[in-house]
């Protein structure tokens, strides 16, 4: 028991143990699997991400500078008529009044006279204005402004080029975010000689940046050149801060590698970590205005639904694997308890299989179980449906009488096997003392009634067999009648069914009686035997027994014969109840059978010739070969003719008698006559070693006759000879 | 039982065939009665056929090779069964004739 507990606690152990391998196994598979997944689908979204945002500021930029292009073509179509107003500097006003007029995007235009260019116009700023309620025109002129000052005019002279300036604030106007380009007008002679602007409004700048929808929580940003914040989400930094300062308050550093890539009007998108999140910026500038634009999206943003599906897979899979244990805990307890089962069924079955052993310990299994004897040949077997059964037999040889018995228990397995114990034991009791088969079941039910609770009963066969005299005395109680082997024929034996052993006390069993001949023989059994059945549900049957049993066997042959047949009947259907069989062969050689012949013949030569035919049936009764006849005939020829020719004198008539006898063993030629008496066995020995020219002629029968036969005798009784030859066979 | 007879100069062929028991060996040994006279050259006995053979078959058995021998022929017997080889044994015959 101690060891079993070892040896189930390590079974737990090692089922645990494997239990978690599984689960440890399954959670890193499925936790790869979504790994490389997640990977995949971020890998994915950030593509995704930064073809939207690409998408989005190309698309911006596009728009931009289409106001742009419009802007800068106004003044450029302008600078024709700003160049020839030069040479009449009144009209200056008129060309800076056409270009606002003309073109709807420009709020206001300057053309300012580079100093000095003119001898009697030091400084000249004519300036036109949208201003709502209509066209304004002033002079921009004043030392106030002193635009020759002004970066709209000083960087177009230097560069020679049109120059769009930085957005500004409009303090003349409600405030407006503003833009100018400027563009240098040159005299014929190629001299920079005045600049000519135009002035935008950036107010759907604003709405257009901020229009970009990329994601919800994404924004747009727009820088200028000098690092201006120009759009914003938040208003309040809208002209006044510069990238610089505002980039200040963030706490990642590489943000000033983002201002440096924006200043430099480079594209691309670079991961900022600021308010405590990543965010991605995608970013490219505006050409010509020395703008840059951004997309800011913050990552949550990105890979938002991505995390909200890896949370819902990491649950699901955590939920899996915790189902996974559970099962596994169920399968490991449930595991254990099939094998508590399992121990517990193969300790009964290790019972069961030492009860078969001492139930099969308790009837004879040695055979033949009396090798000395000659005069009995007895054979049984028991095969229970189940380890144990409730079939008997016994025998047992007392005062040269032998005690036999066979039985069935109602039921079968362990109760039928316990009163099929006390049957057997019961039997060995009373045979031990009592003689007669009658006295021995009587005996045998008052001792079985008397304790029968369970109303379990005993069909039983008893018989008791003179061994000397073939004298068999049987009692049946209420068993199926034995079959009886006897003249050639198998039939039942002659019974009165009695009733059962266990079922009325003091019941009146009646014993019968018969005598076995020399080479009769019983078969006892159950009718496990008759009542086998096959798959159809057919039973074996008398017929099929009886048929079995028809050949000449040996007790033990006979059982292996039915064993067999039943075996071969029944196939694969599983047996329903106890076989068991007894084969009893009674075999007494003072009481065998004796087949004789009997011929005669008259003292005629002729009539030898009928001896052929009469030495032909005694072979056959006899069943020997044919070499064995044709010796008997030659031996049986020689000793008829010796009568024949010499026994009755001077040709008188006499008969011939010859008897042949048949026996176990040996043939005996009897050949008598009642002629002269004569005793050929007194002839002289033939000496056959003699040449030809010795040799007599006659003395060869008597001769043949002696060498042919076994035993060879003479004698003279009742006037007659009698001459007696055996052969043994 | 049937006897043949063939007789080519010095060679004379008996062909015995079924039972050669005391009754069939009266007729037998009147049909070689002549050959008893003429005994000088050599005398087949054709045995093949020859199922059963008692003392009187083999008493003329015997006669014929004692006038053979008185005459200087030969008797050879020829194709005897298992049987009959057994009462040949049994009676010294064996050692007598010429067996083929």
């Known amino acids: 028991m101690k060891l079993k507990t070892i040896f189930d606690k390590r079974l737990i152990k090692q089922s645990a143990r494997a239990g978690l391998l599984l689960v440890v196994v399954a959670a890193l598979t499925l936790e790869a699997t979504s790994l490389i997944q997640y990977f995949y689908a971020r890998h994915g979204l950030k593509e995704e991400c930064t073809r939207r945002a690409e998408s989005e500021l190309e698309a911006t930029k596009f728009q931009i500078m289409d106001i742009i292009n419009q802007a800068e073509s106004a003044v450029r179509n302008s600078a024709w008529i700003a160049a020839w107003s030069l040479d009449y500097p009144d009209s200056m006003s008129a060309v800076t009044r056409r270009v606002v007029e003309q073109n709807e995007v420009v709020m206001g235009s300057a053309l300012a006279l580079v100093p000095g260019y003119m001898k009697d116009h030091e400084l000249c700023c004519p300036y036109a204005y949208e201003a709502g309620n209509g066209l304004q025109l002033f002079s921009l002129a004043t030392p106030e402004y002193d635009y020759p000052s002004k970066e709209w005019f000083t960087k177009p002279v230097e560069q020679g080029s049109g120059y769009w300036s930085e957005p500004y604030l409009d303090t003349g106007g409600g405030g407006l975010l503003m833009t100018t380009y400027s563009l240098p007008i040159t005299d014929r002679s190629g001299k920079i000689a005045a600049v000519l602007t135009a002035d935008i409004s950036l107010d759907w700048l604003t709405s257009l940046v901020e229009d970009i929808e990329v994601f919800p929580e994404a924004f747009s940003m727009m820088i200028s050149r000098q690092g201006e914040i120009m759009v914003c989400p938040a208003e309040t930094l809208v002209m006044r801060s510069n990238v610089a300062e505002a980039s200040s308050l963030v706490e990642d550093t590489t943000i000033n590698r983002l201002n440096r890539s924006m200043l430099a009007g480079e594209s691309g998108s670079m991961p900022i970590r600021f308010n405590g999140k990543v965010n991605h910026v995608f970013f490219a500038p505006v050409e010509r205005t020395g703008w840059s634009m951004s997309i800011v999206v913050p990552e949550t943003e990105i890979y938002g639904e991505l995390s909200r599906m890896s949370l819902l897979v990491t649950l699901l899979q955590i939920l899996g694997l915790a189902m996974l244990v559970l099962i596994l805990r169920s399968v490991i307890k449930n595991s254990l308890k099939y094998k508590e089962l399992n121990d517990r069924k193969e300790r009964i079955e290790n019972e069961l299989r030492i009860g078969r052993g001492i139930q099969m310990s308790m009837v004879p299994k040695i055979f033949p179980p009396f090798p000395e004897r000659h005069d009995i040949d007895i054979s049984a077997t028991l095969h229970p449906a189940k380890e144990v059964g409730g079939d008997l037999y016994d025998f047992h040889i007392r005062d040269e009488k032998l005690f036999f018995c066979i039985g069935d228990v109602s039921g079968k397995g362990i109760p039928a096997s316990l009163v099929m114990a006390v049957t057997r034991s019961l039997f060995r009791t009373v045979s031990a003392h009592e003689n007669g088969p009658k006295r021995i079941v009587t005996s045998m039910n008052e001792s079985m009634a008397d304790m029968n609770e369970n109303n379990m009963f005993v069909t039983f066969f008893c018989g008791t067999l003179e061994l000397s005299s073939g004298h068999l005395r049987y009692c049946n109680a209420g068993h199926n009648a034995p079959l009886l082997f006897a003249n050639d024929s198998i039939q039942h034996l002659p019974v009165v069914p009695n009733l059962p052993l266990g079922i009325i006390p003091g019941m009146e069993y009646q014993e019968q009686e018969i005598d076995l001949d020399h080479d009769d023989a019983l078969f006892l059994y159950t009718d496990g035997v008759t009542e086998a059945e096959n798959v159809s549900h057919e039973l074996f049957g008398e017929e099929r027994l009886q048929e079995v049993l028809s050949y000449r066997r040996s007790a033990q042959e006979h059982l292996q014969a039915v064993s067999d047949a039943v075996s071969e009947f029944v196939k694969e259907a599983p047996q329903s109840d106890d076989i068991t069989m007894l084969f009893l062969h009674y075999l007494n050689a003072n009481k065998q059978s004796v087949k004789q012949r009997h011929l005669v013949i008259h003292n005629k030569i002729e009539e030898i010739s009928k001896l052929a035919g009469f030495v032909e049936a005694v072979a056959g009764d006899a069943k020997i070969d044919s070499s064995l006849a044709l010796n008997l005939n030659l031996a049986l020829e020689e000793a008829v003719t010796n009568v024949v020719m010499y026994a009755y004198t001077d040709g008188a008539d006499g008969p011939v008698e010859i008897d042949a006898a048949v026996r176990p063993g040996e043939i005996v030629f009897t050949v008598s006559d009642t002629g002269k008496a004569f005793d050929p066995t007194a002839a002289p020995e033939v000496d056959i070693t003699k040449s030809a020219d010795e040799r007599k002629i006659g003395g060869l029968g008597i001769h043949l006759v002696r060498k042919l036969m076994d035993d060879v005798t003479y004698k003279r009784e009742n006037a007659k000879n009698v001459l007696t030859m055996t052969k043994k066979i | ?100």
Request: charged share 25%; proline share 1%.
């Open chain 2, 1 to 100: 039982m049937e006897v043949r007879i063939n007789t080519e100069k010095d060679l004379t062929t008996v062909f015995l065939s079924g039972r050669l028991d005391t009754p069939s060996s009266q007729e037998v040994a009147a049909k070689l009665e002549s050959l008893q006279d003429k005994a000088s050259g050599t005398i087949v006995l054709d045995c093949s056929e020859l199922k059963y053979i008692s003392s009187s078959g083999l008493r003329i058995f015997l006669s014929l090779r004692k006038a053979a021998a008185a005459q200087g022929g030969k008797v050879i017997v020829k194709d005897i069964n298992d049987d009959i080889r057994n009462v040949f044994m049994m009676t010294g015959f064996l050692n007598l004739f010429e067996i083929r």
